[in-house]
């Protein structure tokens, strides 16, 4: 497990939180804001409970989980930034930095599923 990794995924979970925390104060904000921290927190929150995984297959599962809350935590940025909740220039960078974190969660699962499916054979 990369260290630079975990740190990546915690800077991320900061960065939400400094957006939700300039989210309106109103029901859309909260609504948003709550299904927003609670994905994209959990991105990291995962990712560092893989790193303690007792077998290769609970690795690829907790990494699973992983790829589930990125791309949930993409659905609300892009829903966020597509109803003008929040502006769009804004959200562009985190935007860029979810996709990317979703980019290489899939290549760890996909090379990891791989790996499985090798040690079977």
Request: aromatic fraction near 8%.
């Amino acid at each position: 497990m990369s260290q630079e990794f975990k740190n990546r995924t915690f800077q991320f979970s900061l960065r939400i939180v400094r957006i939700i925390e300039q989210m309106p104060a109103n029901t859309l904000g909260d609504v948003f804001g709550k299904q927003l921290l609670r994905c994209a927190t959990s991105v990291g929150a995962n990712y560092r409970a893989a790193s303690r995984a007792k077998s290769s297959k609970d690795f690829l599962n907790k990494m699973k989980i992983c790829e589930e809350e990125i791309d949930e935590t993409l659905y609300w940025l892009e829903l966020i930034t597509h109803s003008n909740i929040f502006p769009e220039a804004k959200m562009a960078e985190i935007l860029a930095e979810a996709n990317e974190l979703c980019a290489i969660i899939t290549a760890i699962c996909k090379t990891q599923a791989t790996n499985l499916q090798i040690r079977k054979s």
